[in-house]
């Protein structure tokens, strides 16, 4: 079996280990025929309803499906790109939430308050949510290296922080629509019609500009770190800081750019959502797309290919759970595969770890002497 392929096995396994678990789950509380049609109705609401539209159905019956899947998927893709980005040089970034919410902030406030062409008005949003998303990674960047503040709890406390900026100040006081007008209207002011991320197919669906760029990005980060120069010295910090160093390799620089492009990974995402779907800065974005790209990235293996393929997959099942209400199982039971599937992912990981320290402190067999290590002189 190759290195590749057997890399990739534990998620496809885990993946259907969780979907087989959550069958069970329904077909005990139900039963087995309702948990069969539940996920049958689960891939209908993703992939589209073939059935119906071979009988002579209308065609919105597969495009609305595969948009709405399409547009979760996104979201899912750039989150957990943003995850990985940080994991390839040795971070752990749970600060995604935040760095998106910034993002999406940004975003709206240049929608709707400048006035440009569509296509430059539409680069201009993108930017800004990028550099928002960025600049608020970099504040956790910026205590790791000065102050060796770990990034797991400076990413979390810098997630509330936003929270409580963004959803429980700006978006209700000084950014909120018609703010010293007297209106009661949730969210910031719509953006500009010439903001909005171009549909794809018109009326029939709400894919837009969001899922090609997406794709796009997950395909420009796998180029980065597996063809450039500088993708591959940030591999080589996250594999080892001090060999890395010792190299002549700048650990710092190359820790902070991998931390600024995962918050703008995660700051595009929320441009995503404002500019293709919710035309504002909604009263909350509520969705926490941000933790979920940590279940994607680990459950496509911390590869931009396998991200993407993790976040194509959820997508489809997250925008089918809508249909699973139909026979009485509630929508949000992609997210529990998800999650189990992340549990899986996560057993097999620390099941690894322990054998491994097994093998490593194993005694060494009387019958077999280890032979003498020649002395290495030291500086």
């Known amino acids: 079996m190759g290195d590749r392929l057997r890399a990739v096995l534990p998620s496809v396994f885990s993946v259907f280990f969780a979907l ?18 539940a996920y049958l109705q689960m891939l209908r609401g993703g992939l589209g309803d073939w059935p119906m539209y071979l009988d002579g159905g209308r065609v919105t019956l597969l495009t609305r499906p595969f948009g709405e899947a399409a547009i979760k998927a996104s979201l899912l893709l750039l989150t957990g790109l943003s995850v990985t ?5 040795g971070l752990f970034n749970i600060g995604a939430q935040g760095q998106m919410l910034v993002g999406a902030l940004a975003a709206a406030v240049v929608g709707a308050q400048l006035r440009l062409p569509s296509a430059p008005h539409v680069l201009v949003a993108l930017l ?14 910026a205590l790791k290296l000065t102050r060796g503040v770990h990034e797991v709890i ?11 900026l963004v959803d429980n100040w700006l978006v209700v006081g000084p950014l909120r629509a018609g703010a010293g007008a007297g209106l009661s209207t949730t969210g910031t002011a719509e953006i500009a019609t010439g903001a909005q991320l171009p549909r794809l197919l018109g009326e029939l669906s709400r894919l837009n500009l969001g899922f090609p760029l997406a794709l796009a990005v997950a395909l420009a980060i796998w180029v980065w770190l597996a ?7 940030t591999r080589a910090v996250g594999l080892g800081a001090e060999a890395a160093r010792a190299a002549g390799i700048p650990v710092a620089r190359r820790t902070a750019q991998a931390m ?33 790209g940590i279940a994607i990235s680990l459950i496509g293996g911390n590869h931009p290919l396998g991200v993407a393929l993790s976040a194509l997959f959820f997508g489809v099942l997250r925008a089918g759970g809508t249909r699973m ?10 997210e529990l595969i998800q999650g189990l599937a992340l549990l899986f992912v996560a057993g097999r990981l620390v099941w690894l770890a322990l054998l491994r320290r097994r093998q490593v402190t194993a005694p060494v067999t009387p019958n077999k002497q280890p032979e003498p290590s020649p002395e290495v002189p030291r500086a």
């Open 85 to 89: 980005v940080a994991f390839k040089v």
């Open 260 to 292: 600024g492009i995962a918050g703008a990974l995660a700051g595009l995402a929320g441009a995503v959502l404002v500019l293709g779907t919710e035309f504002k800065y909604p009263g909350s974005l509520g969705a926490p797309y941000g933790f979920d």
């Open 325 to 334: 209400q139909l026979l009485g199982v509630h929508k949000s039971y992609p």
């Open 154 to 164: 400076s990413t979390i406390m810098l997630n509330w922080v936003a929270v409580s």
């Open 20 to 37: 087989a678990v959550c069958w069970v789950f329904i077909a005990l509380t139900r039963d087995a025929e309702t948990a069969s049609e």
């Open 128 to 141: 800004a949510a990028c550099v928002a998303g960025g600049l608020w990674a970099l504040i956790a960047a």
């Open 227 to 233: 063809r450039l120069r500088s993708g591959f010295e």
